[in-house]
Nanobody, 118 residues
Framework: QVQLVESGGGLVQAGGSLVLSCAAS????????MGWYRQAVGRQRELVAT???????NYADSVKGRFTISRDNTKNTVYLQMNKMKPEDTAIYYC????????????WSQGTQVTVSS
């Protein structure tokens, strides 16, 4: 059974940087589009960024120019470089593989907490 394991979260000051990693463990298979999502307290989970297997990217307006999503297909790992962070970036960050509609390939894992202090 494939599981996703996010890591790299932590506490950072506004203006700082963090790099998140998401690795798929378990039975190896080809994974298509991968994405990072986040959920702040009292808010719904929202899309942060996606990347196709070929490297095409898409970002939420709130993170454009500050965050960069990338992936290593040989390791089934996706990364999120977060720069110029803001307090409003504080959330639990998750990765998953979006499918058509609103469904996802994996069950949601516990994510990684990111806290940005002002």
């Amino acid at each position: 059974q494939v599981q996703l394991v996010e890591s790299g979260g932590g506490l950072v000051q506004a203006g700082g940087s963090l790099v998140l990693s998401c690795a798929a463990s378990g039975t190896f298979f080809q994974i298509g589009t991968m994405g990072w999502y986040r959920q702040a307290v009292g808010r719904q989970r929202e899309l942060v960024a996606t990347i196709t297997r070929g490297g095409n990217t898409n970002y939420a307006d709130s993170v454009k120019g500050r965050f960069t999503i990338s992936r290593d297909n040989t390791k089934n790992t996706v990364y999120l470089q977060m720069n110029k962070m803001k307090p409003e970036d504080t959330a639990i960050y998750y990765c998953n593989a979006p499918l058509s509609g609103s469904s996802f390939l994996f069950s949601w894992s516990q994510g990684t907490q990111v806290t940005v202090s002002s």
